[in-house]
Nanobody, 124 residues
């Protein structure tokens, strides 16, 4: 199973930016679509963004469209989430995920592997 580890979370001001990274320690990173989910206190885990195996296609939740950008670097076995114009409502634990397809993540919140999560806190 692919093993994922997130980093880059922290405390930022309203309107600030953060870039999250997710490193894969497995050998077949290129076989997976990758995604990001988040879970705020008292809320269910929700889909944020996903990117295809090739990096040619991406999907975003309406709440982050235009503000967040997902990308991947196959040579480094790493997926990124660039978060701009952050709002207090973006505060959550962010989880990296790997799945066979983007659709599995967008339609069912399903993944074959999950990272441990990294906390993003946006203050006003």
């Amino acid at each position: 199973q692919v093993q994922l580890a997130e980093s880059g979370g922290g405390l930022v001001q309203d309107g600030g930016s953060l870039k999250l990274s997710c490193a894969n320690s497995g050998r077949i990173f290129s076989m997976y679509a990758m995604g990001w989910f988040r879970q705020a206190p008292g809320k269910e885990r929700e889909f944020v963004a996903a990117i295809s195996r090739s990096g040619g296609d991406a999907a975003y939740a309406d709440s982050v469209k235009g503000r967040f950008t997902i990308s991947r670097d196959s040579a480094k076995n790493t997926v990124y989430l660039q978060m701009n114009s952050l709002k207090p409502e973006d505060t959550a634990v962010y989880y990296c995920a790997a799945a066979i397809t983007i659709a599995a993540m967008t339609r069912r919140n399903a993944a074959d592997a999950w990272g441990q999560g990294t906390l993003v806190t946006v203050s006003s």
